[in-house]
C-alpha cells in the first residue's frame, strides 16, 4: 500500500494545471483591475448572452386638453378596425394595411382629457405627463467553449520527467489560450473596418491629434446618448506609438499579454497592440467591455472532469492514452469578452476616408 503522504505523478500533472489556471486568473484580475470592468457573469456553456437595450426619453412637454397626440403602439398585433400611423420629420400619415411585422414603427393618436406637462414646461395643476421607456433584448452571441488536445509522450515523461514535460507544454498552451483571449477583444473591435472619425481631405493628424478627435467623437457620441461615462479604453497599433516612447519617459507594463500604458498624450488606459491596423486608434468606454466565464460544474456533473477556477476563464482535463504511450491533455477556453453596444465604439483615422 502506498504511503498516503506520497507524491505521484497524477498529483503533479493537476498541480501543473492549476498552477496556469491561477495564473491566467490572477493575469485577468490584474486586468479587470487596472481597466476597471466588472468581473466575469458565470453562465452555462452554451448559453446566450443579451444585451438589453433601454429606449425613451424623460418627457419634457406641456399639451393643453383635447390635443390630440401621437404614442409608439404597445400593440404585440395588430388590432383590428384601429388606426395606426407612421411618423416621417414630425408628420403622421395614417397606414392604410398595418402589418404586424411593422408594428414597432406605429404610432397611434390619442386626445389627452386634460392638460399635461412635465419636465420644464410643467404648468402648476396639470397631470404630469408619462414618460415611456422600454427594454428590447437583443442576442449578442454565446459564450464560448473552444477546446484543444494534445498529448505528452511517454519519451517526452522519460527525457524531461514528469513536471518538466507537463510544465513546458503546457506552459505553450497557456500562452496561446491567453493570446486567443487577446484575438477574441480585436475581432469585435474590427467588426468596425471604416472609421468613424478621420483627418480632414486637406491633411493628416500627428497621434496626439488622432487621440483627441477620437476621444472627442466617443464623448460626443455618449452624451447624445445620455450616458456620462468618461472612463475610456484605447487601443493603438505599436508601432505609431514606440517613436514617442523613445524620446519619452513612459512608463509600459504588461497586462494580459498587450502593452499597457497610462497618461499617454493626454489620454488614460492606453493598450498597444499589432492587431489595430497602423495609423488607426479604437476607442470604447470601460462599461461597455463584458465578460463571461461558464458553470464548469454543469459539464463535471457528467462525465467531465475539468480542473477551473471560480469564474470559469479555462479549464484543464485530461486522461491516459495507453494506446499512443501518452496522456491526453484537454484545455478548454471559455474567457468570453465582447462589448454591449456597438454604437459606443469609435474608430479614428490619422488620414482622411478616400
Known sequence: MADVNLITSQDTIEAVFDEYIARYKAEYDRFE?????????????????????????????????????????????????????????????????????????????ATTPVGTSSGRTYREGDEITLSHFDVTKVPLG?????????????????????????????????????????????NWLNLFGDATTSAPASGSWNLQQLLAYS??????????????????????NRGDVYAYLAEATITTQDLFGMTYLENFLGVNKVFLTNRVTAGTVVATPVSNVKTYGIDYATLNNTE???????????????????????????????????????????????????
Open 33 to 109: 483591475e487596472v481597466v476597471g470592468i466588472f468581473p466575469p457573469e458565470v453562465v452555462n456553456a452554451g448559453t446566450a448572452v443579451y444585451k438589453y437595450v433601454v429606449n425613451g426619453l424623460l418627457e419634457d412637454t406641456a399639451i393643453d386638453a383635447g390635443t390630440t397626440y401621437y404614442e409608439k403602439t404597445r400593440d404585440t398585433d395588430v388590432v383590428a378596425g384601429k388606426t395606426y400611423y407612421t411618423e416621417s420629420a414630425g408628420v403622421y400619415t395614417a397606414v392604410e394595411s398595418p402589418a404586424k411585422a411593422s408594428l414597432k414603427d406605429y404610432y397611434v393618436a
Open 304 to 354: 467531465f472532469n475539468y480542473r477551473t477556477d471560480g469564474y470559469g476563464l479555462i479549464g484543464f482535463d485530461y486522461d491516459k492514452e495507453p494506446n499512443r504511450a501518452s496522456v491526453g491533455v484537454y484545455p478548454v477556453r471559455t474567457l468570453t469578452i465582447m462589448p454591449e453596444k456597438e454604437q459606443f465604439i469609435v474608430r479614428g483615422s490619422m488620414t482622411p476616408l478616400v
Open 215 to 236: 476621444e472627442e467623437k466617443l464623448l460626443d457620441t455618449l452624451e447624445t446618448a445620455n450616458e456620462n461615462d468618461t472612463d475610456i479604453i484605447h487601443f493603438l
Open 142 to 186: 454565446e459564450v464560448n467553449f473552444i477546446p484543444y488536445r494534445f498529448a505528452v509522450t511517454a519519451q517526452a515523461i522519460q527525457r524531461g520527467g514528469v513536471q518538466n514535460a507537463f510544465t513546458r507544454i503546457v506552459d505553450k498552451a497557456y500562452k496561446q489560450l491567453r493570446s486567443d483571449t487577446v484575438a477574441d477583444i480585436f
